[in-house]
């Protein structure tokens, strides 16, 4: 407690401490919380073990880290502090900064990688018709035609025949097939839109099941909960159902009443029904008492299903699982066994349109974030989509897509080695599979049943095998019975003939609908499958074997009716394939269409398969089929002919369906659906609208487009709709919109456009377009006009919000900032993400063609991460997307944050967006390589649509330009924002430049004019200038008339006092600098702001490291700031360029973000490599000093003013003075 002088640490140093006596008495007098404040922690983890010691709660923290001082590194500290229970008064850190509240929790970009894969040119040329004539005779075998065609002789055309013929064969066949091949695929669904829920929901789990987090999620976002808790007596479907319609009679007792087979019903009420049901019986994995072939889960689901529909009771039912699908890579599948209730979900859906909801599979914890997403999905916000999986990152919804290679090198060429093990080997079949193993090089095969040699068939078949050249041994036993397959597989690596491949393709089917079926015909279908496929994987978990291949069918990938068994079980097979590749273990489910000889189709004869639009395949064809997926490595495959003209009406007839919506042909059936709709008579609707006032007639119309689209959305509360709502909140997407221009044209009897819901977004708006349809009137759009400003209007322009993204993983203003006052250097070799050969680029010589001296530069080296789905933007059209298209999505959205303004509430304001970019090279690098993508190359990679797409999905109606100058683009987008502003066109206005370099090309070609510093660093203003670096970024600040941030409530950065643009005109050449021009766009925007040069203290300049542009910058600085400045008070001169590189269209922003933060902070940071002032400049002429060293803003008595320069290679130069934030005005006195 004394003074810590010499002496103190003079006796710390000789004495002991007493460091742990004295944090045990802090202990003892009821201390718990401690901060070591110092540059590094060395003593928090000693003083921990002391709190941890008492048994007490406690916490000890410290506040910097070593190489991470500042107060970012503080502030984070100090949050690790307060979410382990230390206060902290956050209001001083926020005091005076416009800050508020928001709700958590925030969200942080899921970014995945979007950068497609430049494909192999196509070098082949047009088809010779000759070509169809000589591939025709090889097909016919026509020797004469082939003679003739080749000028030979018969007999060496014989001779070869049957190889060209083979090869042609396979070709065509190659090709069939890989219009059979589709995979599931998870696709982000984009911002979910908030639906609360309303009404009664019943949750249904298994006893001892911790249903917890989905009782709150509900009965916080509105929902009455019920709880219904089953166990083995609820099997009983008849007592299950007379429990349920008992309970659907009761009117709510409170927001949670439990429900419990041995419950008292209570008082009897008036019927409430339900709003949903939501099922959690899929936790339930263990096998159940009574069926121990089932899952207790799936057994109970079976029930409830059935129960549901004895009650009577039609309420939306949706099936929720955990960990049964993988959404990608990253999100491996935990639990195949729940992907049974998924099966019966699909089967449910087509046998019970009516009370079907959707089979939802969520994560193992569920936050908040991700609770509001399932409540969205229970609550409709999703229309159609009723296969859905909620990450923490996002919501995911199921897609079937066709998988077709084309010309791709397969990632192996497949044969079977050693012996291979095929179960089911009396069924229709295997047969046809052990012969097309026999013929692949197969040495032994194993034909295993539970008939053995008895069944039918058999003998023959091991006699072709062995005439073949296989060997084959026939094994009775029954793949269920671990031990009999253990013991096979034993006996046979003993004998030396290790199991290598086994193909299951064992199956029982039984035709029964849901209603139908019992629970002991169900366990004995799902039994042959499931517990099959169980044997052999815990048997066959080992780095033996090669392949595990598993036999399924398109009914375990999507559905059918009258197969729930069937459908579970090949489900299972599925997700147990998933879950081997998880575990680093072979596995292949391959989901078989309908077999040209397949005579196990029970109850189902020929003719209906192929009414449903199924068509029966060659089994050659679908073997080649077999071969494709074993060659491509594919974990989880479908292998069908499907006639989508005829299966897809089938499949919807009773329920729309979007899972096929990425079909090709399911796309032109249902374009061809919008086109055929025409004119219907004017109906009842129409003559009853026609009677009623207007008033009334607008209350009509606008209640009529909600229940419309309410119906077409499945929602349930007209609450979910406001009038003045997006359509596209609440989920609808093209094919619902053309549902709700379906309905709505069915409704109204008027022919009414496929655009109609994106042009007129709300059920207002549409109202209002209707309205003027019936009366023939041309509905005309627009917003609110502004009258133009005075031009004399002298009102600054505020710098509210500021976001970038530049080299060395800058993220952010305060990085940049931090990176500046550290002295950081953020060049660095090139990036690997993007197929740049650098090797192959390299040569030191600046005269040879197609190569650079330089390899070194400001990269960002994670443009290809990006978050498509919380814009709304498929993972399609992403890849298509020019990269700086992407992070300017990002850092605008980051901008506003950075104000404080939320983007969504701008929607419709006129806010203007102003972009300075350059490169359009993306589409060279990658031309159409991504399948589907040709659709997306014009908006993906036009200059234009950098600024438009922010306007577009940001909702922004002000001006969008993009522009380019070259280097002085961004300051140019920041000058041209401000007068915007000034005359009224915008509000709000961001304003920057992004640059990424998609190729390689620009190093080249600054090569060849000798520009590139050798070393990569740019040596502004030095001596040893030798060139620039390239570099790349994006900035944007965001920009309000400074009246309009007060009045808001927005924290003001800095004012731009005023700016000026100009060209050099006939110069000295077309991209060599002008003196005199940078001297009169200064002069003039000083004049704009009215200033002296004398009252600008700091000057960020181009200074690009150039032998050549450096010294003329900076001798038209000294002739004009560099005159008549006060004793002592020389302009401070320096360049973020010698940081972070020549960013290009975006150095101007990071000259802007770098002297805002200045202005605020104080203090001017050094520019780096400066050795010596450049000597081809006459620095005594005028008062000037180059920075290097860091300073602190020179006091003057007035606002700090700064400021920037930006000079194009075209000749466009721009100049822009900033001033300090004035102070924030005194509130009014009440």
């Not at 709150?216 to 089953?230: I, Q, T």
């Not at 609440?730 to 094919?735: A, N």
């Not at 379906?742 to 496929?754: C, D, E, I, K």
């Not at 050094?1166 to 000093?1185: E, F, K, M, Q, Y």
Request: glycine share 10%.
């Amino acid at each position: 407690t004394g003074e810590m002088g010499a002496e103190y640490w003079f006796r710390n140093l000789r004495q002991r401490v007493l460091f742990a006596d004295a944090i045990r008495d802090l202990l003892g007098a009821g201390h718990r919380k401690f901060v070591e404040v110092s540059s590094h922690p060395v003593l928090t983890m000693p003083v921990q073990d002391m709190i941890d010691e008492t048994g007490e709660p406690g916490v000890a923290g410290g506040t910097l880290r070593r190489d991470h001082g500042g107060l970012s590194r503080f502030l984070l500290s100090a949050a690790e502090l307060y979410v382990r229970g230390v206060e902290a008064d956050w209001s001083v850190l926020f005091a005076d900064t416009g800050a508020r509240r928001v709700d958590l929790p925030t969200y942080a970009f899921q970014r995945e990688q979007l950068w497609a894969v430049p494909p192999v040119p196509d070098r082949t040329v047009a088809a010779d018709p000759m070509d169809a004539e000589f591939w025709t005779a090889v097909e016919e075998e026509d020797l004469s035609a082939l003679t003739s065609a080749l000028g030979t002789d018969e007999g060496s055309v014989a001779a070869v025949l049957p190889a060209l013929s083979s090869w042609r064969r396979s070709r065509r066949d190659r090709s069939t097939v890989d219009s059979w091949r589709y995979r599931e695929s998870w696709t982000p669904v984009g911002t979910v839109p908030p639906a609360p829920l309303s009404g009664v929901w019943l949750v249904v789990s298994a006893e001892a099941q911790d249903d917890s987090e989905i009782v709150g999620a509900l009965s916080g976002h509105g929902a009455e909960v019920r709880r219904l808790v089953l166990d083995e007596s609820s099997l009983d479907r008849e007592a299950l159902a007379a429990l349920l319609a008992e309970y659907a009679g009761q009117d709510a007792t409170g927001r949670t009443a439990e429900i419990s087979p041995t419950a008292e019903a209570g008082d009897s009420g008036q019927p409430v029904g339900f709003a949903g049901i939501v099922s959690t019986l899929a936790a339930a994995e263990t096998p159940s008492e009574i069926h121990p072939g089932l899952a207790l889960g799936l057994a109970l689901t079976v029930s409830l299903v059935q129960a549901l529909g004895d009650a009577g009771i039609d309420a939306p039912l949706w099936f929720l699982t955990r960990g049964a699908v993988s959404t990608g890579r990253s999100d491996a599948l935990v639990s195949p066994v729940q992907a049974q209730i998924a099966g019966v979900g699909w089967t449910t859906a087509l046998e019970h349109p009516q009370r079907w909801g959707g089979v939802i599979d969520l994560p193992a914890a569920l936050d908040q974030r991700a609770a509001g997403r399932l409540v969205s999905a229970l609550a409709g916000a999703l229309g159609e989509e009723d296969q859905l999986a909620v990450r923490s990152s996002g919501m995911f919804t199921r897609r079937i897509v066709r998988t077709a290679t084309g010309d791709r090198e397969p990632a192996r060429d497949w044969t079977p080695r050693g012996t291979t093990l095929i179960t089911g080997a009396s069924g229709t079949l295997a047969p046809h599979l052990a012969r097309w193993l026999a013929a692949q090089g197969a040495g032994h095969l194993v034909l295993m049943s539970r008939r053995g040699m008895d069944a039918p068939g058999a003998a023959e078949l091991v006699a072709e095998l062995a005439e073949s050249g296989t060997e084959a041994t026939v094994a009775a036993c029954d793949v269920t019975d671990r031990d009999a397959v253990a013991a096979l597989l034993a006996a046979l690596k003993a004998e030396g003939r290790t199991v290598h491949t086994v193909v299951h393709t064992a199956a029982l089917i039984e035709l029964y609908t849901l209603a139908e079926t019992s629970l002991d015909a169900f366990a004995r279908v799902m039994h042959a499958k499931v517990a099959g496929a169980q044997v052999l994987d815990e048997l066959l978990d080992n780095d033996e074997l090669d392949d595990f291949i598993l036999y399924s069918s398109t009914a375990g990938m999507w559905g059918s009716g009258a197969h729930a068994a069937y459908v579970a079980g090949n489900a299972y097979l599925a997700a147990l394939a998933a879950h081997r590749r998880a575990r680093g273990l072979p596995a292949l489910s391959l989901s078989w269409g309908i077999w040209a000889d397949d005579l196990q189709l029970g109850r189902v004869d020929p003719g209906t398969i192929r009414r449903s639009g199924l068509e029966f395949m060659a089994p050659q064809l679908a073997l080649t089929g077999l071969k494709r997926a074993l060659d491509d490595e594919e974990t989880a495959i479908a292998v069908a002919d499907i006639d989508w003209e005829t299966y897809y009406p089938v499949f919807t007839s009773g329920r729309a369906s979007t899972l096929f919506a990425e079909v090709p042909e399911v796309r032109r059936l249902t374009e061809a659906a919008e086109r055929s709709i025409g004119t219907v008579a004017e109906g009842e609707f129409m003559t009853r609208l026609r009677a009623l006032p207007p008033a009334e007639q607008e209350r009509l119309l606008l209640e009529t487009v909600r229940t419309e689209a309410m119906a077409v959305l499945g929602l349930s509360s007209p609450d979910a709709l406001p009038d003045q709502r997006a359509f596209r909140d609440v989920g609808f997407d093209s094919l619902t919109a053309v549902g709700l221009r379906n309905r709505l044209a069915s409704v109204t009897g008027l022919t009414l456009p496929t655009t109609m819901v994106f042009d007129h977004p709300s059920p207002a708006a549409l109202a209002g377009f209707l309205k003027n349809e019936m009366a023939g009137a041309r509905t005309v759009t627009g917003g609110p006009v502004t009258a133009a400003l005075s031009a004399t209007d002298d009102d600054p322009i505020a710098v509210i919000g500021m976001s970038c993204r530049y080299p060395g993983g800058v993220s952010s203003a305060e990085e940049l900032w931090r990176l500046v006052r550290e002295g950081g250097d953020a060049i660095s070799g090139f990036p690997a993400d993007r197929g740049w050969d650098a090797e192959g680029l390299y040569d030191p010589d600046p005269d040879r063609q197609g190569r650079t001296y330089s390899l070194q530069g400001g990269f960002l080296h994670d443009v290809a991460d990006f978050d498509p789905g919380f814009f709304g933007i498929s993972p399609r059209e992403a890849v298509s997307m020019d990269p700086q298209q992407r992070l300017l999505l990002e850092t605008a959205w980051e901008t506003f944050e950075h104000a404080g303004i939320d983007p969504v509430s701008q929607r419709g304001s006129m806010t203007g967006t102003f972009v300075g970019a350059s490169y359009q090279d993306y589409a060279s690098a990658v031309p159409n390589s991504a399948e589907g993508s040709e659709g997306h190359a014009i908006t993906g990679t036009l200059s234009s649509v950098l600024s438009g797409r922010v306007s577009y999905l940001f909702g922004f109606e002000g001006p969008a330009v993009t522009l380019d100058t070259a280097c002085s683009s961004s300051l140019v987008a920041m000058h041209l924002a401000c007068q915007s502003l000034r005359n009224g066109e915008s509000s709000l206005a961001l304003a920057g430049g992004v640059s990424i370099m998609s190729t390689p090309l620009s190093f080249v070609g600054f090569s060849r004019q000798r520009a590139l510093a050798a070393d990569g660093r740019c040596k502004a203003y030095a001596d040893a200038a030798d060139g620039m670096t390239l570099a790349e970024g994006v900035g944007l600040v965001l920009l309000e008339r400074l009246s309009d941030a007060r009045r808001n409530g927005h924290h003001v950065l800095a004012v731009v006092r005023g700016s000026a643009v100009n060209q050099d005109g006939a110069s000295n050449g077309l991209t060599a600098p002008n003196g005199p021009s940078q001297q009169r766009v200064i002069r003039q925007a000083l004049a704009n702001a009215g200033l002296r040069p004398a009252e600008v203290d700091v000057i960020e300049g181009h200074g690009t490291g150039t032998a050549l542009g450096d010294p003329i910058e900076a001798q038209a600085l000294l002739t004009t700031y560099g005159q008549d400045r006060e004793p002592g008070q020389p302009l401070l001169l320096g360049s973020v360029k010698s940081n972070i590189g020549h960013t290009q269209m975006a150095s101007g922003a990071a000259s802007v973000i770098k002297m805002v933060m200045a202005l605020q902070q104080g203090v001017v940071p050094r520019t780096l490599h400066i050795d010596t002032p450049s000597s081809h400049v006459d620095w005594s002429s005028g008062a000037i000093d180059l920075l290097t060293e860091e300073t602190d803003w020179p006091v003057t008595g007035r606002p700090r003013r700064g400021a920037i320069s930006s000079f194009g290679i075209s000749g466009t130069n721009v100049h822009t003075i900033l001033e300090q934030a004035p102070a924030a005005e005194p509130a009014e006195e009440p």
